[in-house]
């Protein structure tokens, strides 16, 4: 089976080579019109075709660590594309997109080659199903047991999340950020439960609601939310097949806890 389906992993090692080995080819050129110039008193010429000093992801040439620092650039723009081509994003959960993300900001990442590629992406293959059914138990350890509606053990027709957000000028409500990358997170399970594509990110609960002005209920496809000025959001869910199989996940990472009943 072919790891990622419509990537050639040894022709995109070969072709990252090719750029490395092209760019370290115009390198000695630059490193030897440098010296050139230096020797005629012509001055330097890195202070105008070098990088921008004030750009920190910049690549200087003219400096030794350039080719490290060139190799870090397209290996992260390699693994991105790699992420996105697998189809494995729509698997992770918030914390797992976050801790992504940084780590390629902060270039927390192997040299780009076929071996680390299928290592990586076996490994993170293997667990998908963890990382998404991780998005369901936040969300169910998140909920406060100080509201009724809040079932201990399973998700009802209705939960209530606090802090949902805040009330500002003219009755506009702003959603906390954090709250709205929860309900991404079961939006993106309901999706694959589905077998529909996941939903572009750019679209999340937070975008949602921001563009719908002087209102405190959002009718979204999952769930309709009301928003009460003390910033509690009630959600409501449209679809019990698909709770029924969410607190089927539940159950396997509790195990028991659907039998219980809350007293009354």
Known sequence: MKLIKSVSLENLVAQRNN????????????????????THKLGELAEWIGADRYDSKSVDLFKDNGMTRLSKCLDSKAWNHLMVESGLKSFMDTKARTDWSESIERGNFPELSVGAIKQTFIELHAKRYELLERGVINVFKGLSWDYKTNNPFMFGKKIILNRFGNFWYQN??????????????????????????????????????????????????????????KGTGHVTFKRPDLIEKVNGIIAKHYPGALGFKREA
Do not use: H
């Open 19 to 38: 750029v490395i080995t092209l760019v370290e080819e115009a390198r000695q050129t630059l490193l030897k019109a440098q010296a050139l110039a230096r």
């Open 172 to 229: 506009n409500f702003s959603v906390c950020t954090r709250m709205g990358d929860s309900l991404d997170d079961l939006v993106r399970v309901f999706s694959l439960l589905e077998s529909k594509p996941e939903p572009d990110n750019r679209n999340g609960i937070y975008s949602q609601i921001s563009s719908i002005k002087n209102s405190s209920v959002f009718d979204l496809e999952y769930f309709s939310i009301k928003v009460y000025m």
